[in-house]
């Protein structure tokens, strides 16, 4: 029986409730320690519509749906794999799922499609504020690195493709403990690279049900509601939401200086 991507979920978070925000103003709780580093899941920077423009080009009137089911897949494949622990990288589990989605579209994925829709997540562009947010954050001494399902390679071309390498002290890819978020694995390789309580670790999630994982595990978590979805009901939600990563940068700046 295949399980829904909030059981799924349910079954590696805690049920620990955390009093958040929920309106799309971004503001600091008093409570917390200082932030001193923040790491990102990558589709906070990076934005991924434009993965359905390709689908839509390839697949023409059938792109907004194909590119949900492929979406749901992908993510659904990341977490049976780490359930089932049978690991194999984002770029793996996306071409899978890429594969499945038009299998029960019944649609003929022909090996240049398959490339080119493959390709698209190589070239997302950052989201409009992503960078100027992102050095504003690094000119307040705030540590920054990814914490992503992504590849090394998928976000080493991202970034560099993006002027923004200088930007980051770790690119950390969940390869390097064969599971995806939310496992506890994938959020503390945050806590080992930087060597900071987890305490003075700010996460910064695009999903919903990762800014659950993240303030489960005990970071300081924003989500970065770019989509403006309901929150997930997963009984945790982060300490503070905001639409862009500019909220962010607010935040996180106002608690770095907090003594």
């Known amino acids: 029986m295949t399980l ?19 309106g799309a103003s971004a503001r600091a709780e008093a409570a917390g320690g200082q932030i001193k580093a923040v790491g ?24 907004a749906e194909l590119s949900a089911a ?8 990341c977490w049976l794999r780490t359930l089932n622990r049978n690991y194999a990288d984002f770029s793996r589990v996306t071409e899978d799922a890429l594969a499945f989605a038009c299998k029960a579209a019944k649609l003929d994925l022909k090996p240049e499609a398959r490339a080119k829709l ?12 992503s960078i100027a947010a992102l050095k504003a954050m690094k000119a ?14 998928m976000l080493r071309v991202l970034t560099e493709n993006a002027g923004a390498a200088d930007l980051f002290e770790h690119q950390l890819s969940t390869d390097a ?9 994938a959020y503390q390789m945050a806590e080992t690279a930087f060597n900071l309580p987890r305490e003075n670790i700010a996460f910064a999630a ?11 595990f005990g970071f300081d978590t924003f ?21 862009t990563l500019t909220e962010l940068a607010t935040y996180v700046t106002a608690r770095a200086k907090k003594d």
């Open 4 to 22: 829904t991507r909030r059981e799924l979920l349910a079954t590696t978070t805690a049920t620990t409730f955390i009093n958040a925000t929920r």
């Open 40 to 63: 990102f899941d990558a589709f906070t920077i990076f934005d991924p519509r434009s993965v359905t423009v390709a689908v839509e080009e390839s697949f023409p009137g059938r792109g």
């Open 70 to 77: 492929w979406r749901t897949r992908q993510f659904e494949y």
């Open 118 to 129: 493959m390709d698209a997540f190589l070239r997302l562009k950052p989201w409009p504020d």
């Open 140 to 153: 307040a001494n705030v540590r920054l690195a990814y914490v992503s399902n992504m590849t090394p390679t």
């Open 177 to 185: 403990v064969k599971a995806f978020k939310p496992d506890p694995r």
């Open 206 to 216: 695009f999903g919903g049900w990762d800014a659950a994982g993240a303030r489960s």
């Open 223 to 243: 989500w970065v509601n770019r989509l403006g979805v309901p929150m997930e009901e997963l009984g945790v939600a982060p300490n503070a939401a905001g639409g």
